[in-house]
């Protein structure tokens, strides 16, 4: 049973450039959640879809935006990359409370 | 507003020794759930435990233990004995009480970088 994916591994980006991230939930899963961890800190929360539809959201801006589909997949799009942007992405994907993670994407704007 | 603290930062012990993570947690609501996630070099979260508020009940899983207090609002974690390969940066999380179906978000601490040395 595959767990959670994402792709890609590594993204390297320039500022103002545009950004989509994926991940594939773990089997039996409906939602997906997004956060984001900088460099030492704890990961903040992004938002979460389920059921196709964005359920609850972190205090990001408008330039974080995502999608769920139909199979629960989920992408993550950053627009107009800042500098801060730059971290690791993680995808939990959960079912009732327990919420597992992919490995992350390592974003880093230049 | 949920809040959690860890405020230990960096803790280094030699292999064998115990070792304790300390977790403070604040939240209005009366059920929740407590997490503890350990984060190696790769970077994956892996899940170590999910402790509900109605459960105060110490958890003990081979050289892990886990000990949760209410009235304190403190869910602290032990490894005993510890090794090389526990070295990583350990999380703990709290998340609101939904009953919808739908998992609630993850507030996290700041995480401490636990080092075990040979």
């Known amino acids: 049973d595959a767990g959670v994916t994402q792709s890609p591994t590594h993204l390297i980006k320039t500022r103002g450039q545009q950004v989509t991230l994926r991940c594939s939930p773990k089997s039996g899963h409906d939602t997906v959640s997004w956060y984001q961890q900088a460099l030492g800190q704890g990961p903040q929360f992004i938002f979460q879809?389920?059921?196709?539809?964005?359920?609850q959201r972190g205090n990001f801006p408008d330039r974080f935006s995502g999608h769920q589909f139909p199979n629960y997949s989920s992408e993550l799009n950053v627009n107009a990359l800042l500098l801060g942007d730059s971290a690791l992405y993680l995808c939990a994907s959960s079912v009732l409370h327990e919420q597992y993670f992919g490995p992350g994407t390592r974003l880093t704007v230049t | 507003a949920q809040k959690v603290t860890q405020a230990q930062t960096e803790i280094s012990v030699v292999e064998k020794e115990d070792v304790t993570l300390d977790c403070v947690y604040e939240t209005r609501d009366t059920t929740y759930y407590l997490f503890w996630y350990k984060q190696p070099p790769s970077g994956e979260l892996v899940f170590l435990i999910r402790r509900n508020s109605f459960d105060e009940q110490n958890e003990i899983s081979g050289r892990y233990s886990w000990n949760f207090q209410k009235s304190t609002s403190s869910f602290n974690f032990t490894i005993t004995a510890s090794q090389v390969v526990d070295s990583a940066v350990y999380f703990c999380?709290?998340?609101?009480?939904?009953?919808?179906?739908?998992?609630?978000?993850?507030?996290f601490g700041k995480g401490i970088t636990l080092s075990v040395r040979p």
């Open positions: 879809y389920y059921e196709e539809e964005e359920r």
């Open positions: 999380a709290l998340s609101e009480w939904r009953d919808t179906g739908a998992n609630s978000k993850l507030t």
